[in-house]
């Protein structure tokens, strides 16, 4: 009897990209290779980086990191993109992320998805200019990673140019709720929420559409704090948690699968 083949999607959450990669970790750990992996948003973060072939150390030093998080507003000139884009776009946002698709490059280099076999990877992204949802299988994996993370009025917008399997969905629930008091971090908190809901929507049709191709669908979930906007020292703590449920998730379920 064959073994099974997986495909893993990892969905949105704010900042937990470093809880997925965890998770992806453990499953790796334990000899679970998916043939595909994808993800939007911190999900295409950690799927990405898991694709493009580095380590597992690598890929934990990266997602914990302050230099990493920094890069989605290294290159903001901070007074003037404000000016520029409340009075010269059509879509006004705070920050810009060509950094980070300049540090993941020096990561892995200039690789397209279409390149990427072993394994295959797609990403969520939406073209706000014609109100459509795209799944990237081509193209710059740095690009189409970074904008499947730019939530309108947080980032601006990026430019960005079948087989039976049982898909794996990891999620993150958030357990504290409170929002920040002062502008703008309440601004970004609320967009935070609307994204998460809109994902969640998403999700229900994508699992209706699964349903309807005859594809199994297993959701597993990690629940833990929310992380902090900049300070992150509890980016290692969320990681471990994602290898955690990883291990649980694998026991009570992987395990069986595999060993037949």
Known sequence: MSSPRFAITLGASFLG??????????LHELGIRPARVGGSSAGAIAAGLYAAGLTQEK????????????????????LRQFI???????????FK????????????????????????????DTDIDHRQAH????????KAIVASTCVPTIFSPL?????MCSIIVHRIHHTTHDFPKFIPLNLFKLTAEAHGCASEQ????????AAMHGKKVIITDTTHDRPA?????????????????????????LKQMVEG
């Open 229 to 253: 906007l900049f300070s992150g020292k509890r980016m290692p703590d969320f990681y471990e948690a994602g290898q955690e449920q990883a291990q649980r998730f694998y026991d009570s379920v």
């Open 17 to 26: 990209y470093a809880t997925h990669a965890g998770f992806l970790a453990r």
């Open 202 to 209: 998403l999700l229900q049709y994508r699992l209706k559409l």
């Open 135 to 142: 799944f990237l299988q081509t193209g710059s994996l740095a």
């Open 97 to 124: 992320s060509t950094a980070t698709v300049d540090y993941l490059e020096a990561l892995f280099g200039d690789l397209q998805i279409e390149d990427l076999i072993d394994p295959s990877f797609m990403t969520a």
């Open 84 to 94: 520029a884009n409340t009075f010269r776009t059509p879509y006004p946002a705070p």
């Open 59 to 78: 890929i934990r030093d990266v997602v914990t990191s302050w230099s990493f998080r920094q890069s989605f507003i290294r290159h903001t000139p901070w």
């Open 159 to 163: 430019n960005h140019a079948s087989m």
